[in-house]
């Protein structure tokens, strides 16, 4: 029998954990419904989405399935509310003005609303991200507001050699464990994708994100 993504992926992911066990991500960005459903039938159970409003018309066609969602994008602030009804996480936080609206709006019969602390660790001029001396802050913050729980940390390093990203994944993993220090209950470093997940995890990550590896290459437009 072939073996399908999925298991090629989990099979990676554990023949490179060091540490605590790794939590994939399934990037399902711009896929269907239906291929989100096809993976849930495999055993995948979490989910990331870039686009709030893409997100919610998938969890309606899912909403017989119990999945983990995950909001991956850039989250703009007209969109707190809806992100925080709707994901079980909020992977990219990265200023202080997002945490009142999410607080607000998180229903109180649910479980808080897991956020990670997204930060632009090469400092690109193009990517979202609070810089590194504004983690400890912004941490800070979410503590104020009960419905909301820190989790830990998220980056996407730049797209260079194997050497450069090294070098962004252990200053991750060093800003990760500065934080820990201060918020003993946070868990998760997330950095990796499908073309660096196992480099990723060998320097630290406990999530990882992949897409293409899961779902192929995306359909492209004619």
């Not at 660790?121 to 503590?143: N, Y």
């Not at 450069?164 to 991750?172: K, T």
Request: net charge neutral.
């Amino acid at each position: 029998m072939t073996e399908q993504p999925l298991q090629r992926i989990q099979s990676r992911i554990t023949a490179a954990e060091r540490g605590p066990k790794v939590t994939l991500v399934a990037v399902s960005k711009t896929r269907s419904a239906l291929e989100v459903r096809d993976l849930a039938k495999q055993g995948q159970q979490v989910f990331g989405e870039n686009y709030v409003q893409e997100a919610l018309a998938k969890q309606t066609e899912l909403a017989d399935l119990r999945l983990e969602w995950h909001l991956i994008g850039h989250l703009q602030s007209n969109k707190c509310k809806e992100a925080a009804q709707a994901f079980d996480w909020v992977d990219t936080i990265d200023r202080a003005k997002l945490l009142a609206s999410l607080d607000r709006y998180r229903d109180p019969s649910r479980p808080p609303l897991n956020l990670l602390i997204q930060v632009n660790v090469d400092d690109e001029t193009s990517k979202s991200g609070c810089h590194p001396q504004q983690v400890p802050s912004l941490a800070e913050q979410i503590r104020h507001f009960p419905r909301l729980r820190l989790r830990g940390l998220m980056a996407i390093p730049a797209p260079a050699d194997e050497t450069s990203r090294i070098r962004a994944f252990e200053r991750m993993h060093e800003l990760f464990e500065q934080l820990r220090c201060a918020h003993p209950e946070i868990d998760t470093l997330s950095m990796g994708m499908s073309d660096d997940f196992e480099l990723a995890i060998a320097h630290g990550a406990t999530q990882v994100r992949v897409g293409t590896a899961l779902f192929g290459p995306r359909p492209v437009a004619d």
